[in-house]
């Protein structure tokens, strides 16, 4: 793991990202403990504060043991209503009165910040009265699955009936004037599917300024949203935000860290999309909804348990749009999430689209990841015409404009509804 140090951020403002190093390998955090002597005279002194540490009142830590749980790593939501904000020096002073080390301070979507203590001092920050709650950091995945033939997503959203008919017709504009945020492995935004159109925005896995993807996944979500060729508005600007490794995976804090560098930095009108997800996590949650509240259109995927989508975050967010996918007949994918915790259905089997390897690489991958960008290139054609349009607008646009009734076996309690795009 990245050694860790404030310093102004890519805006200038104080926030807490992890220092530069080698790019990529994951590596492992060394901790020197001083012990000191202690006389005999001193010994008393030492149980009294032992015993007072024993009696301190503790709080819950949320989703403490939950799979994927990274040990020694918090996530803190500080109350609102109370002026202490986590960038303040009071609010930093508060972490460290319980020993924390703060690795990542966030500001504009979430009131908090992650921290590295021990299992005791979390619970005792817990129970502190200006802490609203806090919950074990956990691990979250890309939610893509295996390689398959070419790609067809494209012709399915710009007409309402099969067969499909080979062609796909976009809205006039493109998505011009419209930046899509893609907080997931980065982007290779040297690909010529982007023809210029992408860059970095912040590297939250090596803390630098260069997103550049070293697995894939998120060139692919890019090519997907404003590809030339395989995008779905292909006018539009990509930042790429790397919050997962080469290997697909992040923390919780890396990905919170992410949407809240969105939700300060976005140009709008915006739109950011992950295709990512993991369990439940109330953190995680608000910071997809704080950043929705700054004017940031968010689409999620719903997730590849084959589960209801609101037993997952961030797809269980209402304000966000949540996708799941389908197949070329029209069917709900056999993994795809379900349930009325999804707003919309889009193409999400065998979608080809930019990679990673080269700078005209293409692969063809499926999951809820590959349906969740149909869904943000459609939200940037609409923010396109109507730039000023808040999220929820664009949502109703989206959900009000799907195709009804076409999906078959799209799961109790889901909506039938399949993404289209048109004038």
Known sequence: MAHISDRPSADGSQTDVPTPHTRRPVRGRRVTTAIAAVTFLLSPLAFSAH??????????ILGAGAPDAVSGSYIVSLKSGRGLTARSEAGRELARKYGATIRHTYGSALNGYSVRLSEAQAKRLAADPAVASVSQDARVRIAAAQPNPPSWGLDRIDQSDLPLDDSYTPPAGGGSGVTAYVIDTGVSTGHQDFGG???SGWDFVDGDADAQDGHGHGTHVAGTIAGTSHGVAKQADVVGVRVLDDEGSGTIAQVIAGIDWVAKNAEK???????????LNAQLDDAVRGAIASGVTFTVAAGNNGLPALLFSPARVSEAITVGATDRTDARASFSNWGPGVDVFAPGVDI??????????????????????HAAGAAALHLDDHPADAPAAV???????????????????SPNRLLQVGD
């Not at 015993?51 to 819950?60: F, I, N, S, V, W």
């Not at 009108?269 to 369990?279: D, K, Y």
């Not at 080269?358 to 809820?368: K, L, M």
């Open 352 to 373: 080809t689209s930019a990679w990673h390897t080269s700078g005209s690489a293409t692969n063809t991958i499926s999951g809820t990841s590959m349906a969740a960008p």
């Open 51 to 60: 015993a007072a540490d024993a009696a301190a009142p503790t709080g819950r």
């Open 395 to 413: 949502e109703k646009a989206l959900t009000d404009g799907a195709a009804q009734g076409r999906i078959s076996g799209a799961g109790l309690g």
């Open 269 to 279: 009108p915006a739109v950011a999309n992950m295709s990512l997800g993991g369990i």
């Open 197 to 199: 159109r992408a860059s």
